[in-house]
């Protein structure tokens, strides 16, 4: 991080000297946020923290949902490989980060282990919101760490003006990646529309620079990091006024490699069947939405191309809100969410992880805002009641210092009734500046899999054990955030204090493996220690005019510290230090974007052994519109640094380096 000191002085000088030229311009640019399909009028209540439109997402798409939205502030990506990756939101990861689409759970299985996938692509999505505090528990208490929402268009919001079409072919060096996708979206008939998307994406292995990974093997790839996936959408609407309701079903296939398990693949489906409706009504109430599915996921492990394990999760959701007129004040949201998960994970070479378990939960909860002296208050609670029922337990024999058996035992169920609630108070300090104060505690019930979960997990090449004996996860968290806007400039600056009781993760037992069929695994056991976190985010952005370009610098800093109170030590996989300088040049149909991303040297987590080093990856993109169409080259880390992400699980991160130098070029149409 030396380099980052002085260009971040030479940044910050560069904001402070455009700051009088931007506030002689009266048009005002600044980051679109909106909020699609939760909208309470005038205004949306369930405001998300960051918003990426259909532009940015397009620029920065990858083949995950984790590594496209990895750098902005305070958001990285676990990183199991280039196939597997999800969104890691201030050093929280798994089920604390609730991944929706159209606000709706996915119900696939990637917060349960680091090497599943998150079934949605992030092709057929027209944005994506991120969101903290009272909004996110409209989505759970288990969502700490925040909600990440995908928005596609299966189900028309609005009616559309004409037929529309558009593709998007792509070609990445990194991987020899070939991805198209395609929508289509038309009327049928007095207000009925229809919509269709579709998408195919096939991959090498990745190249990176040299690199020794943990079986003393030096190469250029990452072993097995091969991919293919395809997935069609279709969704018909009645859009009448502000009123819509549609159905939806889509599909999604993928086969992918699993790094450091060479022979090991994953076969990953996912089918489900969707329907939303938003009516306006008379009375105290005025609008209710109504979301519900029910979704088909299995994926099998493939050993050799023979089956090891296969997951079936069967789950159903319904989602009630009503938004009620103002009263006293007062105006906001009820609502009750009820979702039911059937997981059932059947023996093929190897034993199962865990037993079949059924998890259903009802949660009702309440969003309300009002103006309060000054400023904006915002209060929001939910209370669940979960439960987790599994048909037997597993135990194992003689596990020090080495196990080699697992046992079966009774049947078991838990209960917990988690409560949350959340309070956000903005209040403005001068005209264009404001000042968010966040206090909330959320209640966390323990997963079917940190519960039930004991076995080895082939694909991630763990021993993971679990505990039935877990109670609920406790937190409390401050978050400050100043914002200033003048004119074409933006400064956000956020600073944050969490503490945990009970929090649950996945640490590594040092000096303890398990043993069969002639392999040892590292052995990780869900548990629940004390633990704390603090950090700090920065954004700085501003835009001004030079001859026939518009001049845009953006600087993003994130701090993060995460530590176990219980046994005085770091917790595992947190993300470093990072400062990210970037450059927009625009004239006419050109942008032509620089960045340059520098992560700090990781702070080695509890009894991890394999420290991510600091590095610096520089990224460029150009872009040309014509006639609808827009052409763009992306060139990602031109220095070909090699670069280990500290979020990826320490028994994995020395086989996944990050890719090293490639280009990318694609083509996105409009017609």
């Not at 997935?231 to 992918?256: H, P, T």
């Not at 548990?527 to 704390?532: D, L, P």
């Amino acid at each position: 991080m030396r380099v980052g000191i002085p260009l971040a002085i030479c940044m910050a000088l560069l904001f402070t000297s455009a700051l009088p030229v931007a506030a002689q311009e009266k048009a005002i640019s600044l980051e679109t946020v909106v909020v699609i399909g939760e909208r309470i009028e005038p205004e949306a209540i369930a405001k998300p923290l960051n918003v990426m439109d259909p532009d940015e997402l397009a620029r920065r798409q990858a083949t995950t949902l984790g590594e496209t939205l990895r750098g902005l502030p305070g958001v990285s990506a676990t990183g199991f490989g280039p196939n597997a990756s999800r969104p890691v939101i201030r050093g929280q990861d798994g089920d604390r980060i609730k991944i929706l689409q159209n606000s709706s759970p996915t119900n696939d299985l990637s917060g349960m282990s680091f090497d599943h996938a998150v079934a949605v692509s992030p092709y057929a999505l027209e944005q994506v919101e991120i969101l903290r505090g009272p909004s996110a528990l409209l989505y759970g208490g288990s969502a700490a760490g925040g909600v990440v929402n995908m928005v596609n268009r299966r189900i028309l919001r609005s009616r559309l003006d004409e037929a529309s079409r558009s593709v998007d072919v792509r070609v990445d060096g990194a991987n020899d990646n070939r991805q198209g996708a395609f929508e289509l979206e038309s009327q049928v008939g007095d207000d009925w529309f229809l919509h269709l998307d579709g998408f195919a994406q096939k991959s090498g292995e990745t190249r990176t620079p040299l690199f020794t990974d943990g079986d003393s093997i030096t190469g250029r790839r990452i072993r097995n990091s091969a991919a293919e996936s395809n997935g069609v959408g279709l969704g018909l609407s009645k859009v009448r006024g502000a009123n819509y309701w549609g159905f939806s079903i889509e599909s999604d296939q993928s086969n992918y490699g699993v790094p450091k398990e060479t022979s090991t693949r994953i076969d990953m489906s996912r089918q489900r069947l969707s329907f939303a409706a938003n009516q306006a009504l008379d009375g105290l109430f005025d609008l209710i939405r109504v979301r519900a599915g029910v979704t088909d996921y299995q994926h099998k492990e493939l050993s050799d191309s023979v089956t090891s394990s296969t997951f079936k999760n069967q789950a159903n959701d319904i989602r009630l809100e009503l938004s009620h007129r103002p009263v006293g004040g007062w105006k906001g949201l009820v609502g009750l969410q009820w979702e039911y998960s059937d997981l059932n994970v059947l023996p093929g070479t190897e034993d199962p992880l865990m037993p079949r378990t059924r998890s259903p939960k009802l949660g009702l909860f309440a969003l309300e805002e009002a103006s309060i002296g000054p400023g904006r208050l915002r209060v929001g609670g939910r209370i669940e009641q979960a439960q987790v029922e599994a048909e037997r337990t597993f135990s194992v024999v003689n596990f020090t210092p080495v196990g080699s058996t697992t046992t079966d035992g009774a049947a078991r169920t838990r209960s917990f009734n988690p409560l949350s609630a959340s309070v956000e108070y903005s209040v403005p300090l001068a005209t264009r500046s404001s000042l968010s104060t966040s206090l909330s505690h959320v209640q966390r019930a323990p997963s079917n899999y940190e519960l039930f979960a004991t076995g080895v997990h082939g694909a991630s090449g763990l021993f993971e054990v679990g505990n039935a004996n877990l109670n609920r996860e406790k937190g409390n968290h401050l978050d400050l955030t100043l914002t200033h806007l003048e004119d074409k400039s933006r400064l956000k600056a956020s600073v944050f204090y969490s503490s945990y009781s009970n929090y649950i993760t996945l640490i590594r037992r040092a000096g303890i493996t398990f043993a069969q069929d002639g392999e040892t695994y590292p052995v990780y056991d869900s548990s629940g220690v004390a633990a704390k976190f603090y950090g700090a985010e920065l954004e700085l952005s501003t835009s001004l005019k030079q001859a026939a370009w518009t001049i845009s610098p953006r600087l993003t800093y994130d701090y993060l510290i995460g530590k176990d109170v219980s046994n005085d030590a770091y917790i595992p996989r947190q993300t470093p230090q990072r400062l990210t300088p970037s450059l927009d040049l625009r004239s006419g149909p050109w942008l032509v974007r620089g960045e340059v991303q520098m992560v700090g040297k990781a702070k080695l987590g509890e009894n991890e052994t394999v420290q991510a080093g600091s590095y610096s990856l520089v990224n460029v993109l150009a872009e040309h519109q014509h006639r609808g169409i827009t052409y763009f080259i992306k060139g990602t880390n031109l220095t070909n640094q090699l670069a280990f992400n500290a979020n990826t699980v320490d028994a994995v991160r020395q086989y996944v380096p990050l890719a090293g130098r490639a280009a990318m070029v694609g083509m996105r149409a409009f017609f």
